[in-house]
Nanobody
Framework: QAQLVESGGGLVQAGGSLRLSCAASGRIFRTYAMGWFRQVPGKEREFIAA????????YYGDSVKGRFSTSRDNAKNTVYLQMNSLKAEDTAVYSC???????????????????????WGQGTQVTVSS
């Protein structure tokens, strides 16, 4: 059983930056990937970014490509989301998620598929004012 805790959310003006952190703890046998998703009322959860744990490959949703970046600290089991050039439409609850190697089925994993992840944090609010 693992626990994920996000931090770093808050209020920022359009054009500004924020850095979110997500620390994983507990019984994690081997991390395969960690991802970021966001959700606003009335809309489906949206994939933002993900990073594979072994090789550090990164993946981004179209809406944030070129503005956001994600990175990992393997020793700390922590993932970061650097958000730059923030827009009002980036306002959402941001959540991180973790995929374990032990729950992989086959050799293909869709990093954008929210139901594929095993553990989720409670989320942190990001509000961008215009």
């Amino acid at each position: 059983q693992a626990q994920l805790v996000e931090s770093g959310g808050g209020l920022v003006q359009a054009g500004g930056s924020l850095r979110l952190s997500c620390a994983a703890s507990g019984r994690i046998f081997r991390t395969y990937a960690m991802g970021w998703f966001r959700q606003v009322p009335g809309k489906e959860r949206e994939f933002i970014a993900a990073v594979s744990w072994k090789r550090g490959f990164t993946y981004y949703g179209d809406s944030v490509k070129g503005r956001f970046s994600t990175s990992r600290d393997n020793a700390k089991n922590t993932v970061y989301l650097q958000m730059n050039s923030l827009k009002a439409e980036d306002t959402a609850v941001y959540s991180c998620a973790l995929k374990e190697e032990t729950t992989l089925q086959g050799s293909i994993f869709d990093f954008e598929w929210d139901d594929g992840y095993d553990y989720w944090g409670q989320g942190t609010q990001v509000t961008v004012s215009s």
